[in-house]
Every structure is written in structure tokens, then in C-alpha cells.
């Protein structure tokens, strides 16, 4: 079983970085997005950012123009950099990849925490 491995997770102040990376534990064929997903505490997991393999983009319009997100396709590692962090982006993230056959792969999830 494929796992989508996650990190850069930790606590920041309002206004600080954080940059967060998502690898498979080994190669998927076919991956066609990949992407970033979170969820705040009584709430839905929602869609952050996204991004296909030739590099098309879109973002919650929540952290347009705070938040990118690009793409190794060689490694098929996924990064999401992180500026001007509110308190509201606190939640854990989940990386998520979906491959040619419309298989979903999900990570574990790291918490990003932004608090004075």
C-alpha cells in the first residue's frame, strides 16, 4: 500500500512561513494531481491547493496570494509554501495524489498550528 509521507508541519506566529512537502513511500504510476487538503476542528476537509501534472494550478480563494504550491514530477514530491499565515489556516493538512485510474491516496496528515 502506497502512503503519502508529510512534513513541515509546527506551530507559527500570525504572519510567519511554513512549508510543507508530501512524498510517496514509493513511485505511482500515472499520477495525474496532487495536492493539498485541510481540515479545522468541527469542520469539512476542504481543498487548498491543487496541481496537475503540466502544472496547472487553482487555490481556495482563502489563501490566494499567500499560499504555492508546486511540484517535482521526477521525484513526485508536492510542496506547499505558506506565507502570511493566519490563525483560520490552523488545521491539519493532508497531502492527496490521484492517479490515471481515479485512485485517491491520502497522507496521514500534519498539524499547522498559527498562534501568538
Known amino acids: 500500500q502506497v502512503q503519502l509521507l508529510e512534513s513541515g508541519g509546527g506551530l507559527v506566529q500570525p504572519g510567519g512561513s511554513l512549508r510543507l512537502s508530501c512524498a510517496p513511500s514509493?513511485?505511482?504510476?500515472?499520477?495525474?494531481?496532487m495536492g493539498w487538503y485541510r481540515q479545522a476542528p468541527g469542520k469539512t476537509r476542504e481543498l487548498v491547493a491543487r496541481?496537475?501534472?503540466?502544472?496547472?494550478?487553482n487555490y481556495a480563494d482563502s489563501v490566494k496570494g499567500r499560499f504555492t504550491i508546486s511540484r517535482d514530477n521526477v521525484k513526485n514530491t508536492v510542496y506547499l509554501q505558506m506565507n502570511s499565515l493566519k490563525p483560520e489556516d490552523t488545521a491539519v493538512y493532508y497531502c492527496?495524489?490521484?492517479?490515471?485510474?481515479?485512485?485517491?491516496?491520502w497522507g496521514q496528515g500534519t498539524q499547522v498550528t498559527v498562534s501568538s
Open positions: 496541481i496537475t501534472f503540466g502544472g496547472s494550478t
Open positions: 514509493r513511485s505511482i504510476f500515472g499520477i495525474l494531481f
Open positions: 492527496n495524489a490521484v492517479d490515471q485510474r481515479d485512485t485517491y491516496y
